[in-house]
C-alpha cells in the first residue's frame, strides 16, 4: 500500500492536471448519472415484526380507507368557527389527489374549534409532503379562521436551508488559517472535502434508486462527510509541510505524505466505514441506508485525500507555507507545550488517569437515566404550523388526541366490537374510545382510543401496552403513533448491544492487526466508550433535563431521540478512532526509532498535538453548525458529535492516553509469540523509513 500511495502521490504532484481533471469529470459524470438515474428520498418507516405493524398490514388488507396516511386540520376562531365555510372546505379537501376521504368535523372547546383528519390512499413516504402540504393548505382555508395542520403529512416536511453546512464551512476556513497562516493551505482541504463531497451525494442518490434513502439522510452525510474530508487533508497536508521543513522538493515532499499520512487516512477511514457498516444490526432499514449512505461520503472523501490533495498540493507547493515560512522561517507542526504536558502527565500517571477517569464518568452518569423516545410536534418551535395545530388539538380534546390508538380488530376471529370497546373503557389512562367501524366487507373493525396523554408523555406507553393487554388475547393488535414509537423504541433499545459489539469488535481487531498491541487496541476501545458515554450523559442533561433547549430554538424539554443511540454510537466510534490512528501511529513510529515507551508517548503527542487540536476544532464547529437545523434528531446528533469530539481532543488525548500509556510502558506493545506468527503485517506507521524504503516514483 505504501508504494502504491508514494507513487501515486508524485505522479499526481508532478502531473496535477490529470488528477484534477479526472476528478472533475468524475464529478460531472456522477452528477449527471444521479440526476438521470437517481432517486427520490423515501422514508421506511416499517416496523417488521412489530404489533403496529401488524395491525397496519390488517387495516391495509380489509380497511385501506383508515389504513394510510392521514393529515390533521385544526380550525379555530375566538367568536366560533363557521359551519358553512367548514363544510366548503371540506368539499375541497374531499378532491385532493390521494385523498379517500375527511373524517369530521368533530367540534371542541365550546364550537371554536374544529378537527378534520384527511386520510390518503398512500404511506406518507409515497407522497410528496411539501407539495401535498400546499395543496392541503389552499383547500383548508376558512375565512377569518386560524388553521394549523398536524399529523404525518406536514410533519413529513423537511426543510433544511444550508445555515448549518455555511456555519461549518466558514468556521473550517477560519482555524485553517489560523493554524497555517497561508490561504493555500487553508483552502486545499476544503477544496478536496468539498469536492469528494459532491461525488459521495451524487453517489447517495444513486443508491437511493435501488434502496429507500431517509430524508434525513443527506444531511447526516453532509455532516460526517465535511468533518472527516477536512480532517484527512489536514493530515496529508500536515505531513507535506513536514516534509518540505526538511528540505525536500515539492514532488518528494506529496509523495512521501501521501505513503505515510496517506497511509493512516485509509485506514482511519476504514475504522470510520466499518462503524457505520455496524449499523446493519440496529434492525431497522432506516439504519441501514443511513449507515451506507454516509458510508459512500466517507470512502469518497477519504479516496480524494489520497488522489486529488497530492495533485493540488503539487500546483501549491511551497504556497502552503507562512511567508516567513517561505523566506527561511523554521516550518514549526509540533506542539512544544503539548510535549511538555505530555511529559508531565507521564511523571505521576495514576492521578491524571483517575482524575480524568472520575470527571468522565461524572459526565457519563446522567445517561444511566436516559430516556429515549422519538420527538413528536410538541418538540417543533412554537411558530410551526405542526406545533400550534398541536397546542389547539391539545387544550381542545386533551393532550391523547395528538396520538390516538388504532385497535385493529379481526372479526373473523368472533370478536365483539362492542365488548371490546367496554373492555377498553376501562383500561387506566384512557380519556374516551370511539363507536366501532367496520370495514366495508365487515370482516374488521377499528376502534379509536384517545389516551389521557400525549405521545411524548411517559405514561403513554403504558397505556399502549395496557390496551395491547385487552385486545391480543382476542386477536388484535394496535396502530397509531404513539404504539409506533413504543415499537421503534423498543427495537432500539433491545439491538443496540449487537450495534456496540459489532463496532467495538471489529474496530478492535483491525487496531490488532495494524498496531500488533492487544493492550492498544483494548485502551482505544475503552477510551472511545468513555468519550460516547459521556456524550450521551450531556445530551440527557441538555435535552432531556432541559438545560440547554431554549438556546437550541426547542419550547421545552424533549427526550433523547430513538435514533440518536446507535447513529451517534457508529459515528462517534468511527471518528474517534481518527486521532487515536494518527496519534498511535506517530507513537509507535518513535518507539521503533528509539524503543523508549515513554519519550515515544511524549514525542508522538508533540508531533500530533498541534494538527488533532486543529482537526478536533474543525470537526466541532462543523458538527455545531447543526444545532441550526429544524430537525431535533439533527440537533441532537450535532450537540453530542461536538461535545464527544472535544472531550476526545482533550481529556482523552491529553490526559487518559499518555497516562495510560506512560502505566503500561512496554506493555503497550506487547503481543503473544504465537499470534504475532499469525498476524498479517499490516504496518501504517512506517513513517520515514517507511518512504526512504520505497523507489523513485515513475513518470
Known sequence: ????????????????????????????????????????????????????????????????????????????????????????????????????????????????????????????????????????????????????????????????????????????????FLAFGSVAAAGLPLAVALTGLGVGMAGITLFAAVEDVGTTTPTLAVMIGLGVGIDYALFVLTR?????????????????????????????????????????????PIFVTMGFSAAIVVFATMLSAVTLLPALLGLAGRRVLRRGERRGAPVVNDSRWVGAWAARVGRRPL????????????????????????????SEPADATVRKAYDLIAEAYGPGANGPLLVALDLERDVDPAEVRTRLDAVEGVASVGEPVLSPGEDAAVLTVVPEYGPQDERASEVVDAVRDQVRPL????????????????????????????????????????????AVSLKAAA????????????????????????????????????????????????????????????????????????????????????????????????????????????????VGLAVAVALDATLVRLVLVPAAMALLGRWNWWLPGPLDRVLPKMDVHGGERAREREPAPVG
Open 1 to 176: 500500500m505504501s508504494r502504491l500511495l508514494y507513487g501515486l502521490g508524485g505522479a499526481a504532484a508532478r502531473r496535477p492536471w490529470r488528477m484534477i481533471g479526472a476528478w472533475v469529470l468524475a464529478l460531472v459524470l456522477f452528477t449527471g448519472l444521479a440526476s438521470v438515474l437517481g432517486g427520490a428520498l423515501h422514508d421506511d418507516y416499517e416496523l417488521e415484526g412489530t404489533g403496529s405493524q401488524a395491525a397496519t398490514e390488517l387495516l391495509r388488507e380489509r380497511f385501506p380507507a383508515v389504513a394510510e396516511t392521514s393529515a390533521r386540520v385544526v380550525v379555530h376562531d375566538g367568536d366560533g368557527v363557521d359551519e358553512a365555510e367548514v363544510v366548503r372546505a371540506v368539499a375541497r379537501l374531499e378532491k385532493l389527489p390521494h385523498v379517500v376521504g375527511v373524517d369530521g368535523p368533530l367540534p371542541g372547546a365550546g364550537g371554536r374549534t374544529v378537527l378534520l383528519t384527511v386520510r390518503y390512499d398512500l404511506p406518507v413516504t409515497d407522497l410528496r409532503p411539501a407539495e401535498d402540504l400546499e395543496l392541503l393548505k389552499k383547500a383548508a382555508q376558512v375565512p377569518g379562521a386560524q388553521v394549523e395542520f398536524g399529523g404525518q403529512v406536514p410533519e413529513n416536511v423537511t426543510a433544511p436551508d444550508g445555515t448549518s453546512e455555511a456555519v461549518g464551512i466558514v468556521a473550517a476556513m477560519v482555524v485553517l
Open 527 to 638: 477510551m472511545n466508550l468513555l468519550s460516547i458515554g459521556a456524550a450521551y450523559g450531556v445530551l440527557t442533561v441538555v435535552f432531556q433535563w432541559g438545560w440547554g433547549t431554549e438556546l437550541l430554538g426547542l419550547p421545552h424539554s424533549v427526550p433523547v431521540s430513538s435514533f440518536i443511540l446507535p447513529l451517534m454510537f457508529a459515528v462517534l466510534f468511527g471518528v474517534s478512532m481518527d486521532y487515536e490512528v494518527f496519534l498511535l501511529s506517530r507513537v509507535r513510529e518513535d518507539y521503533e526509532r528509539t524503543g523508549d515507551p515513554h519519550r515515544s508517548v511524549v514525542s508522538g503527542l508533540a508531533a500530533t498535538g498541534r494538527i488533532i487540536t486543529s482537526a478536533a476544532l474543525i470537526m466541532i464547529a462543523v458538527f455545531a453548525g447543526f444545532v441550526f437545523d429544524p430537525g431535533v434528531v439533527i440537533k441532537q446528533m450535532g
Open 351 to 378: 492521578p491524571w488517569l483517575l482524575a480524568a477517569l472520575t470527571l468522565m464518568l461524572a459526565l457519563a452518569a446522567p445517561a444511566l437515566g436516559m430516556r429515549t423516545w422519538p420527538n413528536d410536534a410538541s
Open 475 to 518: 386477536g388484535g393488535e394496535v396502530a397509531g403513533l404513539t404504539a409506533s414509537y413504543r415499537d421503534l423504541n423498543e427495537i432500539v433499545l433491545d439491538r443496540i448491544w449487537l450495534v456496540i459489539l459489532a463496532v467495538v469488535g471489529t474496530s478492535c481487531v483491525l487496531l490488532l492487526l495494524v498496531f500488533r498491541s492487544i
Open 240 to 284: 507535506f509541510r513536514e516534509n518540505l521543513a526538511a528540505g525536500q522538493d515539492v514532488p518528494e515532499a506529496v509523495a512521501g505524505a501521501n505513503a505515510t499520512a496517506g497511509r493512516s487516512v485509509l485506514f482511519a477511514g476504514a475504522t470510520v466505514l466499518v462503524a457505520l457498516c455496524g449499523l446493519v444490526f440496529a434492525g431497522l
